[in-house]
Nanobody, 121 residues
């Protein structure tokens, strides 16, 4: 069983910064795409950013230029550096990852439990 655990959320003023971390634990053969999603109250969960094992990234338009996703392949960790935060960024942030457990290459997906980010003065 592969588990993901997020950390780094909290309360921050508008214009501030936070760095989220997500660690994957378990017997992972290879880690594929890692992503950050978020869900605000009353809204659907949305993709924030993704990163491939080779380092290619993609971002939601709403966070381009403010958020940066990165990963440490040796540690099976993914990060989200969030700058110039706005009240609209308030949400529970979830990481997920696609991974293989063996040479077969069959991919599985796990989600973290989420971490709250609140942007407010």
């Amino acid at each position: 069983q592969v588990q993901l655990g997020e950390s780094g959320g909290g309360l921050v003023q508008p214009g501030g910064s936070l760095r989220l971390s997500c660690a994957a634990s378990g017997k992972i053969f290879s880690m594929n795409v890692m992503r950050w999603h978020r869900q605000a109250p009353g809204k659907e969960r949305e993709l924030v950013a993704g990163i491939t094992s080779g380092g290619n990234t993609n971002y939601a338009d709403s966070v381009k230029g403010r958020f940066t996703i990165s990963r440490d392949n040796a540690k099976n960790m993914v990060y989200l550096q969030m700058n110039s935060l706005k009240p609209d960024d308030t949400a529970v942030y979830y990481c997920n990852a696609d991974y293989a457990l063996s040479e077969s290459g069959h991919l599985f997906r796990s989600w973290g439990q989420g971490t709250q980010v609140t942007v407010s003065s």
